[in-house]
């Protein structure tokens, strides 16, 4: 398998077709900050007038050589990984010359991250106005439209309202773009809603997938772009022994699939992140959520088995989904 994140980042590579022009790029309003960087808003200019909305990653304040290493880092990864639908493309960078450091440069998505997208649907629901309760949409079953709060929502809201089945469907969508990641040996160790991004056409892309967290060698790389350890998203293993493997993104996945039964609710409501450990290692796991059908809620039981092998891979939760979706109108 390839090591990524000890790979070096050589001045020889930092300029090749990927390199943009910076009087191309408009750079624009703030859509999102984590503890290294900020993602901006901006545009490209194609030229013969044609211009793309894209999103700038940079590095904030007064950046360090580290700081400005792993951004390379980042770089690196995503352009050796070749586009794929359910992964956020990139579009180029700038690494030379610019008064801001590196810049990568990806696809505008403009629905936001899943995880957001999900809350605003959440929040919708909880709204009085509406006098909706999540119980009454069950995920993962051949439900009647008519009775499904989620359908009186896209009545009230223009349509622009996921159904189950479109939920099953980003599911699906985030189970193909693992599965090719995985055929890369390319382990994401941070796969969660936060990390997901839809499309104006309501694609799902996975994101961050080139951050190098270099979790093998120092610990302070095994933090998310928030500045956090993604501890309710983490395998057993990962938590008790910094092992990260395919099989540990599965296990995330199984986190994620519960994030989007429940519309992007936290994991393990009520509980601490120090009382997870014990409790996990004693074969402790999330119940299944009032609204999950039982056969979506065997999907991510597995991916929670202690032992990383007996967990389904992508491929087998993409076919166990693509199921699902069969028996959905
Ligand atoms: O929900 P959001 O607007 O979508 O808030 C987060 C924020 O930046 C921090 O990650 C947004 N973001 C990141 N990458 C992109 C992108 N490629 N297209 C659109 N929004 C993005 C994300």
Redesign the pocket.
Known sequence: SIDYTITPVKESESLDAWELLEEKLLIKDV????AFGV?RKGEYDLGEGKRTEV?IKMLKGNPDTEEKRQILQEINIMKSVPAHPHL?SLIGCITQGSLFGPLLV?????K??LH?YLRNILDKLHNPFYANQLDSIIIGEDIKCASNRLYDLAVLENNDIPQPKDLISYARQIAIGMEYLTSLKLIHRDLAARNV?ISSDNTVKI?DFGLSRDVYYDKVYCKT?RGKLPIRWMALESLTHQVYTSQSDVWSFGILLWEIVTLGSTPYPGLSTGELLVLLKDGYRMKKPSNCSDELYLIMSKCWKATPKERPTFTELRKALDDTLETIS
Not at 31 to 34: C, T
Not at 106 to 110: K, L, N, P
């Open positions: 859509l999102g900050e984590g993602v999103a956020v990806v696809e505008y998505c403009s936001g991250d957001s991004l994101s772009t």
